[in-house]
């Protein structure tokens, strides 16, 4: 998971596996798997970096995709 700032300040942990579709129009939009958007303050290119550290971190099947999500 990584931690991300709502455009009222507080922070959040996001459950990157859920992740569909993450955009700047100018707001960061984030939109899950079951369809709930969610607006960040972190830019497109803050997120990508998170989740690639927090990969490059996970342990060895750590990252593994949830069951519903994607099919």
Do not use: H, Y
């Not at 931690?3 to 899950?32: A, I």
């Not at 709930?36 to 750590?62: C, D, F, Y």
């Amino acid at each position: 998971m990584i931690t991300l700032t709502r455009m009222g300040g507080k922070d959040l942990l996001v459950n990157e596996d859920w992740l569909e579709v993450v955009e700047e129009n100018p707001d960061t939009t984030l939109v899950f798997a079951n369809g709930t958007k969610l607006i960040v303050k972190e830019s497109l290119a803050e997120i990508q970096a998170r989740i690639r550290a927090w990969s490059a971190s996970a342990p060895r099947g750590a990252r593994r995709r949830p069951r519903d999500a994607r099919r």
